[in-house]
């Protein structure tokens, strides 16, 4: 049943929103791929439709819940997503009634934004999923336990645990409740801190421990990651990075531990391109075996109100010298219609860009610098935290995030302002 929650949970996530940033919503995206018989990009080969009901909409920059109720079509199937909210315009309901048959209640106390509690009926009316938050007087996510019930019994899953030091997540461990047999520590994790706020050393016992160090505009330098093995840490990957005068990262190079030999083996970079929105519209990587050679490039079009148009994929061709179409390239395209964002109770014109998205390394982060931020968090799609830390409401409208020990998967970046708490989910890859 979990297995099915989760599954529904991350695609709720990654094509819908909490708060309209732009008077824009998604209503169709296309993905082709390069036919060898035609020459061409065949753009229909997956279409995916969205028909909202009310107000609300989403885009591709945003992530969470936004619509009231959104018609999801894709290969000739449909599903139906919808949301409620209550009269403080916070997340009530959402669920699916069609194949996959998943129903979330958020309850709330007070008049905090954070959840106090999920309730997720499944396909079967007999089985709940149900989680409880509790939060410190300042409103940090202290513990998290998760429970499953059926017409038999209530079984408690694991249990998450959290720790702050001046507003900084510093240690978090996870219990599971393994095969029903009692709490097992799965894993625990320790943070310190440079005297920006800034992530120094993040250390998983068991597992990797990550290191790092910043520029004088406390932007993440190079981050190494060690393994743990046989008792000790071990060097295994590092990535260093440039940033042009605004800041926008324009080099990302990887390199691998080479034992044998005692040195960084450069593996591949990565060259980003921007337009004058500070927009990322190139993605070059180039990788690197015994001779450099160039791999992979996604080049991005933007419409006027920077919601992404088209993302086409080319490859390098050694025999041309030239990026040209090949069968594994592809192209994504999409479609956008107006509505006024202001409609809909409780939306926000903060602007929230959160870049690059996929990103492997590094997220950065600017909001309109009117707005402030007072502290960012970074969730999973379970809701399990992976970072919080406390900004001090400053005005500063760019922050970086290293991100390359958190594990393949979807996530929520949740950004506190003096008023509001905005959200959009990122891929890391």
């Given amino acids: 049943m979990l297995k099915y929650y989760l599954s529904f ?22 993905f082709g791929t390069y ?44 599903s139906i997503y919808y949301a409620t909210y209550d009269n403080a315009n916070r997340l009530k309901t959402r669920g699916n009634p069609g194949s996959i048959g998943y129903q979330d209640t958020l309850f709330y106390i007070g008049s905090n934004a954070e959840p106090d509690s999920l309730v997720s009926h499944g396909l079967y009316p007999t089985e709940v999923a149900y989680e409880k938050y509790f939060y410190n007087t300042s409103r940090n996510l202290i513990r998290r336990v998760r ?11 694991d249990s998450f645990n959290y720790i702050y030091t001046s507003g900084n997540l510093t240690y978090d461990n996870w219990y599971s409740n393994v095969k029903n047999a009692g709490y097992k520590l799965i894993n625990a994790t320790t943070t310190t801190y ?16 990550h290191t790092y160090t910043y520029n004088t505009n406390n932007t993440i330098n190079t981050h190494t990651k060690e393994s743990y093995i046989s008792g000790s840490y071990h060097n295994e990957i590092k990535h260093t990075y440039v940033y042009n005068t605004l800041n926008d990262m324009v080099i990302d190079s990887t390199f691998n531990w080479v034992g044998t030999s005692g040195q960084w083996q450069l593996r591949y970079t990565n060259h980003y391109t921007y337009d004058a929105s500070r927009n990322m519209i190139a ?8 001779t450099p050679s160039n791999h992979r490039k996604v080049i991005l079009s933007y419409n006027i109100n920077n919601d992404v148009l088209t993302k086409q994929t080319q490859s390098w061709s050694t025999s041309t010298n030239s990026w040209t179409l090949t069968n ?25 860009r959160v870049y690059p998205n996929p990103a492997s390394s590094y997220i950065s982060f600017d909001v309109n610098a009117d707005w402030g931020c007072k502290s960012y968090s970074i969730f999973d799609v379970s809701g399990r935290i992976h970072r919080h830390q406390s900004i001090g409401n400053t005005i500063q409208n760019q922050h970086t995030i290293p991100i390359a020990d958190l594990p393949i ?21």
């Fill in 409 to 429: 998967g979807v996530y929520i970046l949740t950004i506190d302002t003096k008023d509001n708490r905005i959200q959009k989910t990122f891929i890391k890859e």
């Fill in 9 to 30: 949970l991350l695609t709720a996530l990654f094509f819908t929103t909490i708060n309209a940033q732009t008077p824009t919503r998604l209503i169709r995206q296309t």
């Fill in 147 to 157: 429970k499953f019930i059926n017409a038999k019994s209530e079984v408690t899953i």
């Fill in 194 to 209: 440079n005297v920006a706020n800034k992530p120094l050393v993040i250390s998983k016992m068991p597992g990797d421990r």
């Fill in 283 to 290: 993605d070059s990587i180039f990788q690197y075996n015994t």
């Fill in 35 to 78: 036919n060898t018989s035609t020459g061409k990009l065949d753009k229909n080969a997956d279409t995916t439709s969205y028909i909202y009901s009310f107000g609300r909409g989403s885009n591709m920059k945003t992530g969470v819940i936004q619509y009231d109720t959104c018609f999801f079509k894709k290969h000739g199937k449909t």
């Fill in 328 to 352: 594994v390239d592809t192209l994504r395209t999409y479609t956008y219609q107006p509505y006024n964002p202001t409609s809909v109770q409780g939306s926000s014109q903060i602007h929230l």
